[in-house]
């Protein structure tokens, strides 16, 4: 997955790798998979975006 996650007045580009069903080129379906995405960012990253942000645009990308 690659894309951009946005907070308040900061954002930065990512790609990490998280299998999703629920998680299709520019959508995200469900709350669960946004959560598992956003802690797969917080993790490679070390950076503490919370669930409230937004990610726009995600695509998808298979390994």
Not at 6 to 27: A, P
């Given at each position: 997955?690659?894309?951009?996650?946005?907070?308040?007045?900061?954002?930065?580009?990512?790609?990490?790798?998280?299998?999703?069903?629920?998680?299709?080129?520019?959508?995200i379906?469900?709350?669960?998979?946004k959560r598992?995405?956003?802690?797969?960012?917080?993790?490679?990253?070390?950076?503490k975006?919370?669930?409230?942000?937004?990610?726009?645009p995600?695509?998808?990308?298979?390994?």
């Amino acid at each position: 997955m690659s894309g951009k996650i946005h907070y308040k007045h900061h954002q930065i580009d990512f790609e990490v790798r998280y299998d999703s069903e629920e998680i299709t080129e520019g959508e995200i379906k469900s709350e669960d998979a946004k959560r598992g995405l956003i802690h797969a960012i917080n993790q490679k990253f070390r950076v503490k975006y919370p669930l409230s942000s937004e990610i726009a645009p995600v695509h998808v990308r298979s390994f």
